[in-house]
């Protein structure tokens, strides 16, 4: 059932919302001109009222009790703020030109996060799409971007959204977003949104006010769950369905990414996630291409993206935390929080062979046994990343890579991310090693709001043991310091780490062995004692052998090559790539002993047929 304003043309609009519990319930038409429209009973808890003289931009709010005015919870677009009239918007006035636009099969995406008010001076739409030729010149072929839904203010990460269906007026609104997306097809690019399903923000969220939208049946950090289980749910399940067929049906989105699914409280016989499953999986069916579901989990749950036939959800992919916790904690040492369950070679070589490095086992962080086995999944449904928002602005100081480690860990962080054989996500900026922090930043209106935000950061980071304060969140100078500065891919290390990326990419997109995700063509383990990671990957007749060395001092390998004639294909520690110099040659016969620097990595291919 579609909620919200559906413009019919000819100035007719269909306005329909669900709340089960009211009275009395009209459209109020606030701009231009002013009158009210009757609503009626539709079934089910829904009202529906249908009006002429309509158009585009017209501004509204629903009118409950006769006297209370709220926005859409549905609303598309908001005229100024969270509190203020839902605006129709006319979704087919948008001329597309991506007809032929067939996507990019989650197995081949290169995938890149952004956050669309830090990632360019002018934190818009408009700016963001004049970057997209560099990061296809990279390697990217998916952009993946950050809640775009309106929130309070002018500065948050997105997460505290109250219209899931909206679009942020200060990023450019419904139009400017379209204009993106086509402009990523045109360049055979995916684009993936992030939405939020499992609580709205604190500010302008008046859900309550039109039915059982949350129940108290959970406790959350952000206090009632979302109503997915309890009485009523079907309207509330209604709401969240159509929300992501939204964003596929008006904004031709390739795919979502669900955020902190774990915090989704549902104990039903059909999940909320499976159900979500089905309804994009008809959606894709009817439109004759594949739609996409990946979810950020804290469960270590292979349920997620196995079938419903044998008892999972359906959702396509993953992302893996546990992937970034063994190579951040191997790369910076770090052993605090969650890290203080990471930080053997092998536990990195599960998750590559794998995915979830705990899957059952004790963990100390949590003080229970936790996950389950994932090694029946193939490597597409797992996405790896050295660095992403969460990871990074979760840190009291937000503080990137190359803040807390050296320039060669960075390319070690860079290959072994890429070279993996799951699907490869950078974070905005990763590229060029970006140093400028990414702070958690709001602009809420309530003072009391505000103080809470600020004790509450603090409360996060207990775990940690970090010293100080975090930065204020609250304030503009938190949000401008977290703009990304792109002089600095231009020069010096900058230029040369972006040139790295890129031929990394290369080998992905080239090298059959390394172009695939396929977990049944490897072999990987990892050698404590010198703290090296082996990964041999292999395609028909495409063979290769990585070799990734955590450790900070030279080292020299057993013999690790098969018998045979090895080209090297990128060396890390290369003087190419401002490192110390390699150690070998650029052919090695199988069956000998290697050397190879600290913190680097070196990829051969077998040449055959010579």
Sequence with gaps: MRVGALYLGNGRCRFRVWAPFLKELEVRIVSPGERNIAMEKEGNGFWVAEGGDILAGTQYFFRLHGDTERPDPASCLQAGSVHGPSVVVDHSAFQWDDDTWSGVPLERMTMYELHIGTFTPEGNFDAVERRLDELFDLGINTVEIMPVAQFPGERNWGYDGVYPYSVQNSYGGPEGLKKLVGACHRRNMAVILD???????????????????????????????????????????????????????????????????????????????????????????????????????????????????????????????????????????????????????????????????????????????????????????????SQNHDQVGNRMLGERLPVLVSFEALKLAAGIVILSPSVPLLFMGEEYGEDAPFLYFVSHSDDDLIDAVRKGRKREFSSFVWQGDPPDPQSEKTFLRSKLDWEKQKKGRGRILRGFYRELFILRREIPALAFPNKDNLDVCGFEHNRVLFMRRWQDESQTVSLFNFGKEDTRCTPVLPEGKWRKLIDSSATKWDGPGGLLPEIVPGGEDMLMRGESFMVFIMETGR
């Design 195 to 385: 939405v939020v399903y499992n609580h709205l923000g604190p500010e302008g969220n008046y859900l309550r006010d039109y039915g059982p939208y949350f129940t108290e049946r959970y406790n959350t950090p952000w206090g009632a769950a979302v109503n997915f289980d309890d009485a009523y749910n079907y309207g509330v399940r209604n709401f969240f369905i159509e929300n992501a067929l939204h964003w596929f049906r008006n904004y031709h989105m390739d795919a979502l990414r669900l955020d902190a699914v774990h915090a989704i409280y549902d104990m039903s016989a059909r999940p909320f996630l499976q159900e979500l499953a089905d309804k994009v999986g008809n959606f894709s069916r009817a439109q004759g291409k594949k739609f996409t579901l990946i979810a950020e989990s804290d469960l270590n749950d292979a349920k997620i993206t196995r079938t419903k036939e044998i008892g999972g959800y359906g959702i396509d992919s993953q992302w893996c935390d546990d992937f970034h916790h063994a190579v951040h904690a191997l790369l910076t040492g770090e052993r605090k929080g969650y890290y203080v369950d990471f930080g053997r070679i092998s536990q990195l070589a599960k998750s590559v062979r794998e995915g979830f490095v705990y899957s059952g086992q004790f963990s100390e962080y949590r003080k229970k046994h936790y996950g389950n086995s994932s090694k029946d999944r193939p490597g597409e449904q797992f996405v790896f990343f």
